[in-house]
T-cell receptor, first 114, second 112 residues
Framework: DTEVTQTPKHLVMGMTNKKSLKCEQHMGHRAMYWYKQKAKKPPELMFVYSYEKLSINESVPSRFSPECPNSSLLNLHLHALQPEDSALYLCASSLRQGGFAEAFFGQGTRLTVV | GDSVTQMEGPVTLSEEAFLTINCTYTATGYPSLFWYVQYPGEGLQLLLK?????DKGSNKGFEATYRKETTSFHLEKGSVQVSDSAVYFC???????????FGGGTRLMVKP
């Protein structure tokens, strides 16, 4: 199983809503990542979890709140988002942080903030 | 800091044409290099990788060779298909690094 599964695939939310994105992998990977991708741009790193601990926060606004309940799951809690936060949100995992260990990406959640 | 530069697209080819997408990088040491592909409406898929100089990564008819002397990792395929139409991202990660550095992406369009 080399799959990273993200749910939902599409999400439309209002600026006052609270929602969560979910990501799951069963490859035994100990590093998990959230990326944001705008149209026609490469993915931008948001957060990195290593061994269930947050190791990198790329100065992401607090309206995005990551959570890693266990080694297989990664959530991204969303609250009070802005229309400019509309994007494709990608989850990825790798055996560990750092080189040699390639990252596997999920299919993404297409988020629209209205 | 590290950076990856790709040729700007779109690249438009006819089916069965030869493909080259250029990728050069700036980085200290010996990073690992990757090509990812993103089909319309989907996430990124790892296409191939190379972890040291002169390594050749290959998959699904695509190839790329890690050239330390020219700091390049150009993607090639001898005969493209319509189904290869996608956006291709070149990326690197330092062996002791924490994150992938992506190039800007190159859109490939293959016409029948």
């Amino acid at each position: 199983d080399t799959e990273v599964t993200q749910t939902p695939k599409h999400l439309v939310m209002g600026m006052t809503n609270k929602k969560s994105l979910k990501c799951e992998q069963h490859m035994g990977h100990r590093a998990m990542y959230w990326y944001k991708q705008k149209a026609k741009k490469p993915p931008e790193l948001m957060f990195v979890y290593s061994y269930e601990k947050l190791s990198i926060n790329e100065s992401v606004p607090s309206r995005f709140s990551p959570e890693c309940p266990n080694s297989s799951l990664l959530n991204l809690h969303l609250h009070a988002l802005q229309p400019e936060d509309s994007a494709l949100y990608l989850c990825a995992s790798s055996l560990r942080q750092g080189g040699f260990a390639e990252a596997f990406f999920g299919q993404g959640t297409r988020l629209t903030v209205v | 800091g590290d950076s990856v530069t790709q040729m700007e697209g779109p690249v438009t080819l006819s089916e069965e044409a030869f493909l080259t997408i250029n990728c050069t990088y700036t980085a200290t040491g010996y990073p690992s290099l990757f090509w990812y592909v993103q089909y319309p409406g989907e996430g990124l898929q790892l296409l191939l990788k190379a972890t040291k100089a002169d390594d050749k990564g290959s998959n699904k008819g695509f190839e790329a060779t890690y050239r330390k002397e020219t700091t390049s990792f150009h993607l090639e395929k001898g005969s493209v298909q319509v189904s290869d139409s996608a956006v291709y991202f070149c990326a690197l990660i330092q062996n002791a690094g924490n994150m992938l550095t992506f190039g800007g992406g190159t859109r490939l369009m293959v016409k029948p």
